[in-house]
């Protein structure tokens, strides 16, 4: 309402339906509200948005959030998003989802989404555990982290989501940490901004299952690449560097960003008359007519 | 019994079966004949044995017959194999420098070319097969000048040299087979008309864009992939987006994700890929978004036999996916229908927001049939359903619009993102009319019941939108035959044969397994005096089927499940040995060696 009478987006245009479920302290509670400011202070209105997901608590997302949302399968919301940009690349695509959806049983659609460099923002809050299914072991728990079901200690080591993303060709790539609110929303207008596939990881603290990785314990440890002068962004060997440092310094920001790649949209000539949610059906009578006549 | 000619070309994958296949086929359908092609190949690139039959005649010819008039062996193992099949009248063309002809039939003539006096073999390697189609023309009784037009085409991008070259070749053989073989007592006629030859996947794949379908993708996957390739090759001129995706649990997901965002999307596979689809389909139908899903059956189960057709998916196609659901499942009955069906489908999944399945079957994805052009119609009925473009104009604004909305038909107007005033969100766990979640904290029974009743009323609706079976041939029949999907030509033809044969036989041929309309069903075979059900299965998956919604029971069954298709003989003979008493269940032995 606020919508259609100034024109203007605003925080409440964004309210969804229902308030968040998640628990009280959850680090997806940072995410959502940096993502309806950086909508906010981006001005893209809502109808023009659709928010996408997959199954688990931060997959939830799309329901607390006033735009077009699709609560999809478990890991399947990049492939389903893909499909959505490609039908009307006018849309501005989100995906949201946590770690074990992203990473493990979606991460066949997480490498090719990258390599495609469909032009969408993928933000993964990243609690290191699986919190719907009530606290079992994640791709991303750490070396030796007790859970439910590995009661004795994680024996499988990590993926590295920023490593994975910069080998698969992601164009712009960074991670943010839920409590670190302004900084978070910059990286999330940024993500959207960039033309392609952008990776935002984001630190989001399960304050129920996750007892190793806390607010307390990111807090001393983040370092802002901001903050470093020395960061070049453009600098891919530098990012992958990066990428791999852990445990006293962890490095939250923009690590890499490319903008020299054509997005899958891009690339495909048959979209160049826009997009085809609002193509005629009908396909020319001459070209039908050459169709049928190759097969005389 | 119509007139008919039937060509076998067997050799090893490599040795260029397809060419002369290819090259009769034009000559046929330019001379205004019908066909019909079916290869039986193996999972193999480079050898192996490939063994292509091509069936013509004035008349419309529906499946491969059960008689070959001319065998074109390109190797010993093609001699060896399939000399045997031929009879009185039929002629065996081959290379009587590499290849021993065994012992013919009684009246069966060897043809035998001495390739290298009519050919230099060491500057065209595939001079052999040239000769023999020019050999095997000659003796049809088709003049040189067709022959001559169709290599001008297949060979002029080779340049003028090659053109000139094959033609020479070819003109050799058709004038030694003049001078020195006994031509067919039975000249192939000329008609007036002209048809288009393609397989059931190009027909399918033109059917999609026919319906409007604006996205497509696949993994690859025999037998669906000729879908993928016309596509593919076709996308940019019918402004269709084509993509090859990692998997089919990705293919599914982005079909359903483009037509989410309002286009009509479609996505081809086979069994294998279709398990990885299944969930993806109860997302279709639970989020109401429309796809539809093409199933090229090939012999299973798991990697099976991925060259050999087969109809044992019905039951995967009736379960997929957990939870009860509306859905429609239809079988295109021959190559001309794999086109016709794509629009009648998405139609039905569009108008009822439903997932739909055709259930094709490697016989009519890789066949080849001849159409009247005029039946591949690109102006069918696009009926889109109550969808929601617009942006609102209404007294309220955002928040009143319910994607779910509880209505009489089960239908709820669907809004497409982009459209300013209707935002929501479209959920895979179940929800209220609005969109909410209803599965975690506000779960509640009445709601959960509503909704499932919301949706399960649709079927109702796509049951009055799909016409019943109608019964085919003569009411008092001696035989009823009932069949699904690619069967029909070939029932078809085994009645005629069995009506000529003093037994009156009729068909009943089902198209759309979901709706099945068991009623018209029984009501058509309550007055039939024997029946027996044909399919290409192991355990009989429509009759189980039909059992199951009607309690039906025949008095016979024929199935086959060799990885070939039926061929006429196989049917007449089982019926005779049915109604005589001596059996209820026939699996005829296929005596073709491929």
């Known amino acids: 309402m606020a919508l259609a009478a100034t024109n203007q987006v605003a925080t409440a245009d964004l309210k969804g339906k229902v308030d968040p479920d998640w628990c009280p302290g959850c680090g997806d509670f940072g995410v959502l509200a940096a993502v309806q400011k950086a909508l906010v202070e981006l001005q893209i209105p809502n109808h023009n948005v659709v928010t996408i997901s997959g199954i688990g608590c931060s997959s939830n997302f799309p329901g607390f959030i ?124 940024q993500g959207i901004r960039h033309q392609g596939f952008s990776f935002l990881d984001v630190f989001s603290p399960c304050v129920t299952y996750n007892h190793d990785n806390t607010y307390q314990w990111f807090r001393p440890r983040v370092k802002k690449l901001e903050d470093d002068p020395g960061h070049d962004p453009a600098d891919w060997m530098a990012a992958m560097g990066k990428s791999l440092l852990w445990d006293d310094e962890i490095p939250i920001g923009k690590f890499f960003e490319r903008t020299d790649v054509p997005t899958l949209h891009g690339a495909e000539p048959v979209l160049n008359a826009g997009p085809l949610a609002h193509a005629d059906t009908r396909i020319p009578v001459d070209v039908t007519r050459a169709f049928v006549e190759e097969l005389m | 019994m119509k007139q008919t000619f039937a060509i076998g070309i067997g050799g090893a994958a490599g040795q260029g ?27 193999i690139i480079r050898g192996g044995h490939t063994f292509l039959t091509i069936r013509t005649g004035p008349e419309r010819v529906t499946n491969m017959g059960d008689r070959l008039d001319l065998l074109i062996p390109l190797n010993q193992d093609a001699m060896d194999r399939h000399l045997r099949l031929l009879a009185s009248g039929a002629a065996c063309i081959y290379n ?48 040189f000048q067709a022959l001559e037009e169709v290599l001008t085409e297949q060979f002029k991008k080779k340049g003028d040299t090659v053109v000139s070259e094959n033609i020479g070749i070819a003109r050799a053989g058709y004038d030694y087979a003049t001078a020195n073989f ?40 025999s037998p669906s992939t000729g879908v993928l390739h016309w596509m593919a090759a076709h996308a940019r001129k019918a402004g269709i987006m084509v993509r090859q995706v990692e998997d089919e649990i990705g293919v599914v997901n982005m079909a359903i994700g483009a037509a989410h965002a309002g286009v009509r999307s479609m996505c081809a596979t086979s069994g294998g890929g279709f398990a990885l689809m299944s969930e993806g389909l109860g997302l279709s139908a639970m989020m109401e978004t429309p796809i539809v899903v093409i199933d090229c059956q090939r012999a299973g189960p798991s990697t099976g036999v991925p060259t050999k057709t087969e109809q044992g998916d019905l039951w995967q196609m009736l379960g997929a996916a957990f939870g009860d659901y509306p859905r429609a499942i239809a079988a295109p009955l021959d190559i001309g229908d794999c086109f016709k069906i794509i629009p009648e489908i998405f139609n039905i999944a569009d108008r009822f927001q439903c997932p739909g399945i055709v259930l094709c079957d490697l016989l009519l994805s890789e066949g080849r049939l001849s159409v009247d052009p005029k039946d591949l119609d690109f102006a069918p009925v696009v009926d889109r359903g109550e969808l929601i473009t617009t942006a609102y104009s209404g007294p309220n604004g955002d928040g009143v619009y319910k994607r779910y909305k509880i209505t009489e038909s089960g239908i709820s107007p669907r809004a497409i993102p982009g459209v300013a005033g209707y935002t929501h969100t479209a959920a895979s766990d179940e929800h209220d009319e609005d969109g909410v979640l209803i599965s975690d904290e506000f779960t509640n029974p009445t709601k959960r019941r509503a909704m499932m009743e919301k949706r399960m009323r649709k079927v109702a609706g796509i049951t009055a939108a799909v016409p019943p079976p109608v019964l085919w041939g003569p009411r008092d029949a001696d035989v009823t035959l009932i069949g699904w999907g690619s069967t029909k030509g070939v029932i078809e033809e085994a009645c005629e044969i069995l009506s000529e044969q003093g037994i009156s036989a009729n068909q009943l041929q089902i198209r759309w397994l979901v709706p099945l309309h068991g009623d018209a069903i029984l009501d058509i075979l309550k007055d039939a005096r024997h029946t027996t059900i044909v399919e290409n299965n192991y355990s009989g998956q429509f009759a189980r089927y039909l059992r199951s919604e009607t309690s039906f029971v025949p008095d016979g069954y024929i199935r086959k499940y060799d990885g070939e298709p039926f061929m006429p003989h196989h049917i007449v003979e089982a019926v005779k040995e049915q109604l005589s008493g001596k059996s209820t269940l026939s699996v005829p032995a296929h005596e073709i060696l491929v």
């Not at chain 1, 999809?72 to 998003?81: E, I, K, M, Y």
């Open chain 1, 66 to 189: 006033n735009t077009y949302g699709m609560h999809t399968l478990h890991g399947r919301a990049l492939a389903v998003a893909t499909g959505v940009k490609l039908a009307n690349h006018d849309l501005t695509v989100l995906v949201t989802g946590g770690d074990g959806d992203g990473f493990g049983i979606g991460g066949n659609h997480f490498v090719h989404s990258m390599r495609r460099n469909v032009d969408l923002l993928y933000i993964v809050m990243d609690n290191q555990i699986y919190g719907l299914t009530t606290g079992q072991t994640s791709p991303t728990s750490r070396l030796g982290m007790k859970t439910k079901s590995m009661p004795f200690g994680n024996i499988e080591a990590p993926v590295n989501p920023i490593s994975l993303a910069l080998a698969a060709g992601a164009t712009f790539v960074a991670r943010g940490f839920s409590a670190e609110q302004k900084h978070l929303t910059e990286l999330i207008k």
């Open chain 2, 17 to 43: 079966v397809a060419t002369p296949g290819d090259i009769f086929a034009k000559i046929f359908s330019r001379r205004g004949l019908h066909l019909n092609a079916y290869n039986a190949y193996q999972s």
């Open chain 2, 96 to 143: 009587s420098e590499t290849i021993k002809p065994g012992a013919a039939a009684e009246g069966a003539e060897l043809c035998a070319l001495p390739v290298s006096k009519l050919a230099d073999i060491t500057r065209n390697k595939v001079a052999q097969n040239t000769l023999a189609v020019g050999a095997g023309l000659s003796m049809m009784g088709i003049g």
């Open chain 2, 182 to 221: 006994r031509p067919f007592h039975w000249p192939l006629p000329m008609t007036g008309n002209r048809y288009a030859v393609l397989s059931g996947n190009i027909a399918m794949a033109m059917g999609g864009a026919a319906a409007g379908v604006k996205f497509y993708c696949a993994y690859p996957m």
